[in-house]
């Protein structure tokens, strides 16, 4: 299939999770920059990553790269298709064997220039608050101190589609970007790090009504 059907995909899925979720992107601490960035958040649904990518300004979406898992986003290939084709997923296996380095391909993403959009908690969770992150962040950090850091914070996305569940339900939904998170300081230790990456994260969590 040619790029310029997968660019008329990536039109129609933005206004389609536009209309299911309002997609409101809202940018509190830091602009839209074309600029290598690491964007991180917490991780409540499959979703996630499409609603940051549509938050997105068209432009930037070019060259930003969610990460995706191998063994769910490469059943079927209509979901291959789209994963690869339109938003350039970053395939990630959460099985491997031990001498497998799971950082490698996002490793050669940052090395190409792309930005990325990660979920450090490493996996989906339906509790109020982001788990423990895990150090992916950190050595990213560490190796591409280039690239921009930016937290934020997905809301309600989890009542759109809930673990489990393959039918969306209509409901709004944001993500609000933060201020530049600084990369590790010199003898920062990697507990602190992912401590304050954590922090930042929840700290764009809506106040409760």
Not at 87 to 95: L, P
Not at 146 to 151: C, K, R, S
């Amino acid at each position: 299939m040619s790029t310029g059907l997968a660019t008329v995909m990536g039109w129609l899925l933005s206004f389609i999770a536009r209309l299911v979720t309002g997609a409101q992107g809202h940018w509190l601490g830091c602009v839209p920059k074309d600029e290598q960035r690491i964007y991180f958040a917490n991780h409540q649904s499959h979703l996630d990553w499409v609603l940051i990518w549509c938050a997105l300004p068209r432009e930037l979406r070019a060259r930003t790269r969610p990460i995706a898992a191998r063994d769910y986003w490469t059943t079927g290939r209509f979901k291959h298709w789209i994963t690869r084709e339109v938003f350039r997923a970053v395939y990630v296996s959460r099985s491997r064997s031990e001498d497998q380095d799971p950082l490698e391909p996002l490793v050669e993403a940052l090395s190409a220039g792309d930005s990325l959009v990660i979920f450090p908690e490493g996996t989906r969770s339906n509790l109020g608050e982001p788990q423990a992150f895990k150090t992916g962040l950190y050595h990213l950090a560490r190796q591409f101190p280039q690239a921009v850091l930016i937290p934020a914070w997905i809301d309600n996305v989890q009542r759109v589609m809930p673990k489990g569940e393959v039918v969306p339900v209509p409901i709004l939904c944001t993500v609000s970007f933060g201020a530049p998170l600084a990369p590790p300081a010199g003898g920062e230790d990697k507990r602190d790090f992912l401590a304050r990456a954590r922090a930042a994260v929840l700290a764009l969590r809506p106040a409760s009504p």
